[in-house]
């Protein structure tokens, strides 16, 4: 793992190190080991690093666990956002696809097309993100980001409005925090992230127009590739020229801390 890390911030990035932003993995079955490589690639230039949508279906503590404090403390202090890609925890959504049960040596599959998976998986992050913000991780390190990668933004208004209604009524008898609505938080230390999203768009202003991101998706084949720059200007042709370009570049480059080199 760290002859990629090293491999990827040294010698691919280095190629073009106004285009390419340095991504690290981390060793995150050994608590010790990942806080330890997170502070080793902050310090050689890692701009983010890579968790699992959710850490449970791995066999390892939730984010409501203090286990990965230490991870979170390296990332505030170095201001490394945290990128959370959907069906990165090995959990793939659906009933049809939780619902199986693992066959030593075998590639158990279900009856159902693997549409369906691919139609939900945004949904993985909906629980990654209600998690957080009832997990008082985000209270307890205020500088701590989250980009959402690959999981659309068109359910972020619906999330905040009933997560907001719950914490409204259901605070009271639960150890949740009192006086931060989750919505707030939402605001404060997340990033959306979308490839072609209509009706996120037009619900801009209710998710936070400071707070989403386009991306590409590039090689996968939910990807626009190679007219993603002609699907772009389609989807944000009714988008204010200020706003358009907060989504498509000024975004990114503030959650990364990557600002754009200049010529010397």
């Not at 959504?93 to 279900?110: C, E, L, R, T, Y």
């Not at 997560?163 to 409204?168: F, G, L, T």
């Not at 699907?231 to 990114?252: K, T, Y």
Request: proline share 7%; glycine share 6%; net charge negative.
């Amino acid at each position: 793992m760290k002859a990629w890390n090293d491999f990827y911030i040294d010698e691919w990035c280095a190629t073009a190190p106004d285009r390419y932003i340095p991504l690290a993995i981390l060793p995150v079955w050994d608590i010790d080991a990942t806080v330890a490589e997170a502070e080793r690639v902050a310090a050689k230039g890692a701009r983010t690093v890579s968790f699992p949508d959710s850490p449970v279906p791995m066999g390892l503590p939730s984010f409501h666990s203090d286990h990965w404090d230490g991870l979170w403390r390296v990332c505030s202090e170095t201001q490394m956002p945290v990128s959370l890609h959907f069906g990165s925890g090995s959990f793939v959504p659906g009933f049809s696809f939780s619902s199986m049960k693992p066959i030593a040596g075998q590639m158990v599959v279900p009856d159902a097309p693997f549409a369906v998976a691919t139609t939900l998986f945004s949904s993985n992050l909906m629980w990654t993100t209600v998690d957080l913000l009832f997990s008082g991780k985000l209270q307890q390190f205020p500088d701590l980001q989250f980009s959402l990668a690959e999981g659309g933004i068109g359910w972020v208004p619906y999330i905040l409005e009933r997560s907001d209604y719950v914490w409204e009524r259901h605070r009271y008898y639960q150890d949740i925090d009192f006086d931060t609505r989750p919505s707030d938080l939402f605001r404060k230390h997340f990033w959306g992230c979308f490839i072609d999203d209509m009706h996120g768009l037009k619900n801009r202003h209710e998710i936070g127009i400071d707070r989403i991101t386009l991306e590409i998706d590039f090689p996968h084949s939910d990807s626009n590739w190679p007219n993603s720059r002609k699907r772009a200007a389609e989807v944000l042709a009714d988008v204010p020229d200020d706003e358009c370009s907060l989504i498509v570049e000024e975004n990114a480059r503030r959650m990364l801390n990557f600002p754009r080199l200049t010529a010397a």
